[in-house]
């Protein structure tokens, strides 16, 4: 009878642990919930389109094979864009679900593949932007407005 009196406690000693263990698991998922709500209730967080442009911008133009960012002339010709005017060649569509889609105008250097940069482009932007803002990007077009032929000396 001991025996049976014996694992019968230690049988409740490994359930009672096991209950402990859950309910301690529970209390930290609680405390995270808290956490969670606390951040909300400090405020909101406002990004304005032209941030998240300059973030495209800069991601773009570190690119190898891009040449510049562009803007549409009046003769449908793509303009290479000076650096303080990058974020021309850029159309940001931002959403209040914290989703946001882009266009982006570029001119490639000659001799570049145009679909591996234009692929590189969509994937760094993409990153860049839901690393850095913690916006979903839905879309990222890219317009491929011109070739830069480097001009021989």
């Not at 303009?79 to 914290?98: A, C, P, W």
Request: net charge neutral; charged share 35%; no cysteine.
């Amino acid at each position: 009878m001991d025996k049976n009196k014996e694992k019968k406690e230690k049988t409740e000693d490994v359930a009672t642990q096991k209950t402990e263990k859950i309910a301690g698991e529970i209390k930290k998922e609680e405390k995270k919930e808290e956490i969670i709500k606390a951040k909300e209730i400090l405020g909101e967080v406002n990004i304005v389109p032209e941030v998240i442009a300059t973030i495209i911008s800069r991601t773009v133009i570190g690119i190898p094979g891009v040449a510049g960012l562009a803007t549409r002339a009046k003769g449908g010709i793509g303009t290479l864009l000076g650096t303080k005017e990058l974020e021309k060649g850029i159309n940001v569509d931002l959403r209040e679900n914290k989703e946001v889609s882009t266009s982006i105008s570029v001119i490639l250097e000659y001799g570049s593949i145009i679909i591996d940069v234009a692929k590189e482009i969509q994937k760094k932007v993409k990153e860049e932007l839901e690393t850095k803002t913690g916006l979903k990007v839905t879309g990222i077009n890219v317009n491929i407005q011109g070739v830069h032929v480097e001009e021989k000396k």
